[in-house]
């Protein structure tokens, strides 16, 4: 005899779904960061961001990973750079705009290792 369980939602931590939204946990609302987040939730939060998110996205302060993209160069790179606290959008237009000896030779560095990446690709669809 088998019985049917009634299916449970996929839930995850807040962390988890603060990272798949490109936002610093911390910054998020309380509510946000105390409960669990269902993948029916997150999917309603990237279809139609409330305006704390959109805010987050916009403003920051944004997670290594996103000021690492929008720096273009690695999250390895900021952390040489002696950068490991969260920047909001401003700090990063700033850093943009000042371009540091380390940001240039961080992005340089980043090209170099996305075209070796490209170059390999290409080399294994020819094989």
Request: overall charge positive; charged content about 25%.
């Amino acid at each position: 005899m088998s019985t049917s369980k009634a299916k449970t939602p996929q839930t995850m931590k807040p962390a988890t779904a603060a990272k798949k939204l490109g936002i610093l946990l911390s910054a998020a609302p309380a509510e946000f960061q105390e409960g669990v987040v269902s993948r029916d939730e997150l999917n309603a939060l990237q279809a139609d961001p409330p305006s704390w998110l959109a805010e987050l996205r916009r403003e920051g302060p944004h997670p290594r990973q996103v000021v690492a993209a929008k720096l273009r160069v690695s999250a390895s790179g900021l952390a040489r750079a002696g950068i490991t606290a969260p920047l909001t959008t401003a700090e990063i237009e700033t850093l943009k705009a000042e371009n540091p000896d380390w940001l240039e030779r961080e992005q340089a560095i980043q090209t170099g290792v996305r075209q070796e990446e490209f170059r390999l690709k290409q080399q294994r669809a020819k094989a």
